[in-house]
């Protein structure tokens, strides 16, 4: 299986599985600094809501492509897991198999981060959000312009 799907539209090569799930934001840097990737910008995860995705009921996560075509296809298109995410304060997991929610590289003052939350109905970015909250971690690599 590839390890990265290239989405040429937006000039980003996506890691196919997540290299961490419930991790605070400090943890998640170290983590895809660790793969020498880094996590997207919110810039970044706003160009990958506006793409083609679909539901799989069965696997409990969203596909997304840059074609309709390619969704679903593990060669053309990359799975994101609805894990939800452990609250910080509780340490409890919150809809797992509805949303999932991961981490962006902007930040929101030094202890709030941003956030893409994509689900079955709906795909939404967030801020202001504790970097202490635990969300899944997807590395992603810039790639050239064609």
Not at 60 to 77: C, F, H, Q, V, Y
Not at 98 to 106: D, E, F, L, V
């Amino acid at each position: 299986m590839r390890k990265t799907i290239k989405f040429h539209s937006i000039n980003l090569q996506i890691d196919v599985e997540n290299l961490a799930d419930h991790t605070n934001y400090d943890q998640a840097l170290i983590t895809v600094k660790a793969k020498h990737k880094r996590l997207a910008t919110n810039e970044e995860q706003k160009a990958l809501s506006k793409l083609p995705r679909i539901w799989d009921k069965d696997r409990k996560g969203t596909w997304i492509a840059e074609r309709k075509e390619d969704l679903m296809n593990p060669e053309k298109s990359v799975f994101l897991p609805a894990l939800g995410y452990r609250e910080y304060h509780n340490n409890k997991i919150y809809f797992r198999d509805i949303y999932g929610y991961y981490w962006s590289s902007t930040q929101d003052g030094s202890t709030n981060g941003y956030m893409w939350s994509i689900g079955n109905s709906n795909s939404r970015l967030y801020d202001n959000l504790n970097k202490a909250n635990g969300f899944s971690v997807r590395a992603v690599k810039s790639i050239k312009k064609k």
